[in-house]
C-alpha cells in the first residue's frame, strides 16, 4: 500500500512540475526581453526598439508578415444567364486571383431584372466571398448553394470552365 501512495505522490509531482515548466515556457515574459519577435526596425546604430515603444515617437509598425492578403495579379470574367419561372435572367461574375491562381476576391454582377431574381442574386453576391477565397480556381469544379439561391449558384457553377479558361 505504501508503496502505491509513493508512486501516486511521485506521478501527482511530475506531472505538476511539466504543467508549471509548461506555463513558463508558453506564458510571454515581462520586463526587458528582446526577443526576435517583439523587436522591431533597424538594428543598425542605436538600440532596438520595442513594438509598442514610443518614447516620444510615433509608435514603429510591426513587421509585415507572409500572413496578408496578397495582390490579384489577374481578374477573371463571365456572364450568363439562366431561366427562371417568370423568363430568363442575367448574371455576372469576377474573380480575382493572385499570382498562384488562388482566389483573392469574389464579385457578383446583378443583372436581374425580376425582383425576386435581384433578391436570390443579392443574397448569393454576399455569399460568395466567403465560399471561393483561398481556394485555387483551377481546381474548383463547382460549390454549394449560396445563399439560398441554386439557380444563381447552378450558373456560376456553369461559368466556371469560362472563368478557368481565362488563366
Do not use: C, H
Not at 35 to 57: H, T
Not at 146 to 165: C, E, M, R, Y
Amino acid at each position: 500500500m505504501s508503496q502505491i501512495k509513493k508512486s501516486t505522490l511521485f506521478l501527482g509531482v511530475a506531472v505538476l512540475a511539466g504543467l508549471v515548466a509548461a506555463a513558463k515556457f508558453l506564458m510571454p515574459s515581462k520586463g526587458g526581453d528582446a526577443s526576435p519577435s517583439a523587436v522591431s526596425g533597424d538594428m543598425k546604430g542605436s538600440s532596438p526598439k520595442m513594438v509598442g515603444e514610443s518614447a516620444g515617437k510615433p509608435m514603429e509598425k510591426p513587421m509585415e508578415t507572409m500572413t496578408e492578403a496578397p495582390k490579384a495579379a489577374k481578374s477573371v470574367t463571365a456572364k450568363t444567364s439562366y431561366k427562371n419561372p417568370s423568363g430568363e435572367d442575367a448574371v455576372g461574375f469576377t474573380l480575382s486571383v493572385d499570382a498562384m491562381g488562388t482566389i483573392v476576391d469574389a464579385k457578383t454582377d446583378i443583372l436581374a431584372t425580376n425582383d425576386i431574381s435581384k433578391k436570390r442574386q443579392t443574397a448569393f453576391a454576399e455569399g460568395l466571398p466567403a465560399a471561393v477565397k483561398g481556394k485555387k480556381l483551377s481546381e474548383l469544379s463547382s460549390i454549394d448553394k449560396v445563399g439560398g439561391s441554386s439557380l444563381t449558384t447552378k450558373s456560376f457553377n456553369d461559368a466556371l470552365a469560362q472563368l478557368k479558361s481565362q488563366l
